[in-house]
Nanobody, 120 residues
Framework: VQLQASGGGLVQAGGSLRLSCATSGRTFMAYTIGWFRQAPGKEREFVAAITRSGVRTPYADSVKGRFTISRDNAKNTMYLQMNSLKPEDTAVYYC??????????????WGQGTLVTVSS
């Protein structure tokens, strides 16, 4: 199972970025796909997830109202639209596939991560 995260970069506070997570069709339709992030010196934390049927797991409080997760079944790709970015959103963002939930233990497969840096 392979997941390819992309779309990270440097953005000013208040700006937007859209992350993408591409995988195979079999993976995409078999698992819940989620986003986690890990800031320097901190533990990995849950951001958002979406099931194969399109049901969204409740967002992390820190991103609620600013981030939106979505999926394009035709492209086997999941997206994380990030608006109103804050410096504290700076982290490596990982997409993952698995049973789901808001804990990393619920995900068996992980992509390589994409770095998001938000400048103040």
């Amino acid at each position: 199972v392979q997941l390819q995260a992309s779309g990270g970069g440097l953005v000013q506070a208040g700006g937007s970025l859209r992350l993408s997570c591409a995988t195979s069709g079999r993976t995409f339709m078999a698992y819940t796909i989620g986003w986690f992030r890990q800031a320097p010196g901190k533990e990995r934390e849950f951001v958002a997830a979406i099931t194969r049927s399109g049901v969204r797991t409740p967002y992390a409080d820190s991103v609620k109202g600013r981030f939106t997760i979505s999926r394009d079944n035709a492209k086997n790709t999941m997206y994380l639209q990030m608006n109103s970015l804050k410096p504290e959103d700076t982290a490596v963002y990982y997409c993952a596939a698995g049973r789901g939930g808001s804990y990393s233990g619920g995900y068996e497969y992980w992509g390589q991560g994409t770095l998001v840096t938000v400048s103040s």
